[in-house]
């Protein structure tokens, strides 16, 4: 299989690689990301996965598999990216308040080699509860909701603002590692 490569500099992904036991290397991933697209579609997401992932392919010296991995939250079919700002982040999250909505993971494996390129996607279903504008301030105030997707970390939520999820809670927090393995398997 090669060196693991992750083409991510998230912390939180890092994280979830080294707690399910994976030995691996990080390399940033140069990729330009396109926030102009606002419809959700898996073959969007899927795609921005595998964009970073092959661009790290020339940045590597020995034979490699580089995990490339996007995650994005979805309301109504709407994407919700990271937030431009604190306004934008309370706005962000009043609209999820007292809603379901879906995070999506994208994930692509590629072979540094033969530029093989393995894509999927992960989904999992979280509902808030009936946010107070209180509640909304709070958490911007006292956590980062800038660097999130959606402005959340669901890791980081206090009490009495998640209802309930449903899938993989890694997905939520930004890479599915069970899929991960998976896809390296293959």
């Known amino acids: 299989m090669g060196k693991i490569i992750l083409a991510s500099s998230s912390p939180r992904r890092r994280f979830l690689l080294e707690k399910a036991g994976y030995k691996f290397e990080i390399i940033p991933s140069p990729y330009e990301e396109d926030h102009t697209v606002t419809d959700f579609s898996y073959d969007f997401i899927e795609g921005l996965a595998s964009g970073k992932a092959t661009a790290v392919v020339p940045l590597v ?4 598999v580089i995990i490339g ?3 994005v939250v979805v309301l109504d079919n709407k994407i919700l ?9 309370f706005n962000m999250l ?4 007292n809603k379901t909505h879906i995070v999506v993971t994208g994930i692509a494996v590629v072979n540094s080699v033969t530029g093989e390129v393995k894509k999927a996607a ?4 979280v509902t808030f509860e009936d946010l107070t504008d209180e509640q909304i301030n709070y958490y911007i105030e006292n ?8 402005s959340y ?3 980081e939520m206090p009490d ?3 209802k309930s999820y449903t899938g993989s809670l890694d997905n939520i927090i930004g890479l599915d590692v069970e899929l991960v393995g998976k896809l390296l398997e293959n």
């Open 153 to 155: 970390g669901i890791q």
């Open 94 to 97: 009043r609209s999820l308040s």
């Open 122 to 125: 992960s989904t999992s279903h």
């Open 143 to 150: 956590f980062k909701p800038l660097d999130k997707a959606g």
């Open 61 to 64: 010296k020995e034979p490699s």
């Open 81 to 89: 990216g990271k937030p431009k700002d604190k306004t934008d982040a």
């Open 160 to 162: 009495g603002y998640i």
């Open 69 to 71: 991995a996007d995650t």
